[in-house]
């Protein structure tokens, strides 16, 4: 690859860089998306910005810079995902678990894992297109785009979130139009084999109340609110834990039992995921604080909360979401 002249001017180079950035929110959904990791998000987009500052003399303005640094990240994604493991959800690694089933830690590398919408979501977009980009980024979209092969996963991305032709997407990978409407088709095909119908849906305000309640219940440690929110086949999971457990009356029953030391917790309201979230706080040992414990992303089918996942690798997650190390 050539590199770029060294004789431009310094302001240019300043320029250039601030151009660069106004784009890397959208960018980082991108790569999000492509590969369901926030941290490995960041890396691509960083590799992007690097790949494209090499390559700027050749940036001719026929697309604009965003549509430019697109086609340089789906490049970069797909560089990654060459000969890797796709990541995945405790739900798709075996049947629901029983309350004694022992917690047995995966990697952190298996796991589809959450980001900050703010990190995700690029703020100069119109209203409608920003639903639909957030809605993209919501757990059960992204674990369900990694059971595509990467260049699938690729077109449909390009194709049906960011609303790009066949013929620019032809180009951008380097193959034929009738290749690029074969993969969509195949991509539609596995995708509509996984129910995505909730995914795709915007909150209602009805689905804002019930989040509502689900905190009062939460953190009044009232199982029986709590399980008359939970819809009948709800699943609670604990990520780098593989156990994961399914209907009310057995998340209540953890929740009282291997899962009491959560009561008295304190939810504290996030934007992850495109979805209701929360930073959880248990109480300390010697309480006198409330410490790390979990981020919590709920999912939602109709008026019932569908799937509770518990992030518990606070000491990475909290400091990229920016949240504090204790509350008082």
Not at 117 to 130: F, G, I, K, Y
Not at 242 to 252: I, Q, R
Request: hydrophobic content about 45%.
């Amino acid at each position: 690859m050539t590199e770029p002249s060294t004789k431009k001017h310094p302001a240019d180079a300043a320029v250039m860089v601030r151009s660069f950035e106004q784009h890397r929110a959208a960018l980082t959904g991108h790569c999000y998306r492509m590969l369901a990791s926030a941290a490995e998000a960041d890396d691509a987009v960083q590799e992007t910005m690097v790949r494209a500052w090499r390559a700027i003399d050749r940036f001719e303005g026929r697309s604009s810079l965003r549509t430019w640094l697109y086609r340089i990240a789906t490049r970069v994604c797909l560089d990654m995902l060459e000969d890797r493991a796709r990541r995945t959800r405790s739900t798709e690694l075996g049947p629901p678990a029983s309350l004694d089933a022992p917690l047995t830690a995966l990697p952190a590398s298996q796991w589809v894992e959450p980001i900050a919408d703010a990190r995700a979501l690029p703020t100069d977009v119109d209203p409608a297109q920003l639903v639909a980009l957030r809605q993209s980024i919501r757990l059960a979209f992204v674990a369900a785009l990694q059971h595509l092969p990467p260049k699938q996963r690729a077109v449909l991305l390009l194709m049906e979130v960011l609303g790009w032709q066949a013929s620019d997407v032809a180009e951008s990978l380097e193959t034929t139009v009738a290749a690029v409407n074969s993969a969509l088709q195949r991509a539609r095909a596995t995708l509509a084999t996984r129910d995505l119908e909730s995914a795709r849906a915007p909150l209602t305000d009805a689905q804002s109340t019930l989040v509502d309640r689900f905190v009062d219940a939460f953190e009044r440690y009232d199982m029986d609110a709590l399980t008359r929110l939970l819809h009948a086949d709800v699943a609670m999971s604990m990520p780098p834990v593989s156990l994961w457990l399914e209907g009310p009356e057995n998340v209540a029953s953890w929740m009282v039992g291997r899962g009491a030391a959560c009561r008295g917790s304190r939810l504290v309201p996030l934007d992850a995921c495109g979805s209701p979230a929360f930073a959880q706080y248990k109480p300390s040992e010697d309480g006198t604080r409330f410490v790390p414990w979990a981020l919590v992303v709920l999912e939602l089918e109709g008026d019932r909360i569908g799937e509770m996942t518990f992030f518990l690798d606070v000491e990475t997650l909290f400091p990229r979401f920016g949240l504090p190390a204790e509350l008082r």
